[in-house]
């Protein structure tokens, strides 16, 4: 079917949502159940407050955290969770600690009950944190070597300046530094359930899975540090910062640009602005950079949000014989989607991708869990939604334009190419003004 045949789209204002509770417990974490019986699993979501702290403990902290109480070790909360078909694990975003795993749904009380053990009565053995810490290292110094790893910190630095946000990964001196009794310090310091949200959904009743989360947790007390994240900075366009890696045979480009917060009135529109520059495969830059040119496989552009602000990225890996040209067509995009309003076909296909998509990611245990795990950080309920879709079913022709005019213009970019200086520099200054530094 081509975008000149599509049939009529049929608002989704009548988005259905699972049946759902909601408790806050006497410590204050915030529990929300969703039944969703497609599987007989439980999926389980822990996000706890943990922005603005040590990122080098922080970030080991999260890799041992499933490391022994007093009672287990490692191995035991391992033998117990695949008792009951299931498993957890942790990671770190710059906002917050997060939990994942799942059970079989007639696991989920012992597997709330180990949780509550790993965050009420934590040991972080010496041997097992030392291993953590080792493969932590390991991990840091491989990504290291990573072009996409090491142009994203240049964009983070570039775009956050001295915001916390601005290193998201500690170095690995730092990392072997970290001792296990920092981790018992900070763990008793900020993993409490002040400001934390547990998300539940499967084959569940949710009032009864409340109850389970209960009493299981309801030991878990304190009051949480007070913690304030500054809003980040405004994004100050400049030269473009070319980081030199000599010999590489491609180049990463990467761009920020500013972007809305979900609740914005104006962020169905710009998500949908962002699918017609470069956010689905159909997109105008994709077709542009991938099919008609041939310069990249797989660019790409999101919006990131956190929880101090959100921002807009572009990213696409290309040969290093056409960085130049490939930054020329992206400014080329920018300024076409910022100063033209799109086709009505092309505004329609991004649309329903947009909704679709939704839908998609609704449609498992695991993607709904993650989605209202997602939105709650952020203070909203799955409720949201339905205004979410029902604004990307009625964001006309003019609204999009006019976001797209505000925030996808090329003057409000912030670039970053890491590739071969010698190489590339002549080209990209061809194009704009650059900056030059050491990988």
Known sequence: MTSKSLPDLIPDAKLKLPKEAERTLAGGLTVIAIRRTSVPLVELRLRVPFGKTSLPRATVLSQALFTGTSKMTSVDIAAELQAVGGGLSAGLDPDRLLVTGNSLASGLDRMLEILADVLTD?????????TERDRLVDHIQVALTQPSHLARTALLKRMFGNH??????????????????????LHAE???????????VGDLNPEKAIDAAEKALGSWTGPAKAVVVPPTPALQPGPLLLVDRPGAVQSSLRMALPALERTDPDYAALQLANLVFGGYFSSRWVENMR?????????HTGIEHYLAGSALVVSAEVATEVTGPSLLETLYEL?????????????????RYALGTLRLGMSTQAGLAGLASMYASFG????????????????????????????????????????DAEKVQGPLSALTTVERSAA
């Open 291 to 299: 099919e008609d040119k041939g310069y990249t496989y797989g660019p």
């Open 190 to 200: 900020r993993v409490r359930p002040e400001g934390a949200v547990l998300v539940l």
């Open 164 to 185: 916390p946000y601005a290193i998201q990964t500690p170095e690995p001196e730092q990392v072997r530094a970290v001792r296990p009794a920092q981790l018992r310090t």
């Open 380 to 419: 909203l309920r799955l409720e949201h939604l339905r205004q979410y879709s029902a604004a990307l079913a009625t964001a006309s022709r003019e609204q999009v334009a006019e976001v797209a005019a505000r925030f996808l213009a090329p003057t409000q970019a912030v670039a970053v190419v890491l590739g």
């Open 335 to 351: 300024g076409r989607i910022a100063s033209l309003p799109p086709g009505e076909d092309e505004l329609e296909q991004a649309r």
């Open 122 to 130: 934590p040991a972080y053995p010496n041997d097992e944190v030392a």
